[in-house]
């Protein structure tokens, strides 16, 4: 099963809005990571967030990690409409240093 | 200024036919990935280079194979597509040498798609 599992699915917000969305995973990690996926292309890495960080921020990103309950947010602020993508979070899988596992993601539709 | 490129953008095939997908990079990472994506799933990977040293993901089909004829240069060739392999195909790379902080460059992707 996958490492990573992310709520919600799908999320639909107003431009101008905060989204929120978070992942869980089940194994021990040195870092997880978070990418954005627009429609029909491919990945881009936004933010990295190590294990013994708590908070990350970047722009209108802010990334929290929380290793004794395995889970981490994405916040994107004030929302656009070109933050309408998918965003994955992704750890290393166990026992691999190069083998990324990614989330199910979470489809974001900011509406003008 | 293209980092990870890939070739073709779409492709089409017959059921059964061989297919080659490729892609460089102009990064000269160490590592380069094959990912496959399905409609509304996570990327999930095939298999990776390091330098040379080829890396199957275990429950990557006999179907699938890959070639690295040089540092800037990976291919995935699909002998006998199914209708079950129709899917986006993603290219990556990384450094290698940041592990475990290693983020991942992502081509554009290749559409497959299988008649």
């Known amino acids: 099963s996958q490492q990573g599992e992310e709520d919600p699915q799908a999320l639909s917000i107003q431009e101008g809005e905060n989204a929120t969305m978070n992942c869980s995973y089940k194994?021990?990690?040195?870092?997880l990571q978070w990418y954005r996926q627009n429609s029909g292309r491919g990945l881009v890495h936004l933010i990295l967030?190590?294990?013994?960080?708590r908070e990350k921020h970047s722009g209108r990103l802010r990334v929290t990690l929380d290793t004794s309950k395995k889970s981490s947010s994405l916040l994107i602020t004030a929302s656009r409409a070109a933050d309408t993508a998918s965003y994955f979070c992704a750890t290393f899988s166990s026992g691999s240093a190069r083998q990324l596992t990614f989330g199910s993601g979470t489809q974001l539709t900011v509406l003008p | 200024d293209a980092m990870v490129i890939q070739n073709p953008r779409y492709q089409v095939t017959q059921f059964g036919k061989p297919v080659t997908l490729s892609c460089s990079q102009t990064?000269?990472?160490?590592?380069m990935y094959w990912y496959q994506q399905k409609s509304s799933q996570a990327p999930k990977l095939l298999f990776h280079y390091y330098d040379k040293d080829f890396n199957n993901e275990a429950d990557t089909p006999d179907n699938f194979q890959s070639r690295r004829p040089n540092t800037s240069f990976c291919f995935l060739d699909i002998r006998s597509p199914g209708l079950g392999d129709a899917a986006m195909y993603l290219c990556?790379?990384?450094?290698?040498?940041?592990?475990?902080?290693?983020?991942?460059?992502f081509g554009p992707g290749t559409r497959l798609t299988v008649l």
């Open positions: 990064l000269n990472h160490n590592v």
């Open positions: 194994t021990s990690i040195n870092n």
């Open positions: 967030i190590r294990s013994n960080e």
């Open positions: 990556a790379t990384s450094r290698g040498d940041m592990v475990p902080t290693d983020t991942q460059y």
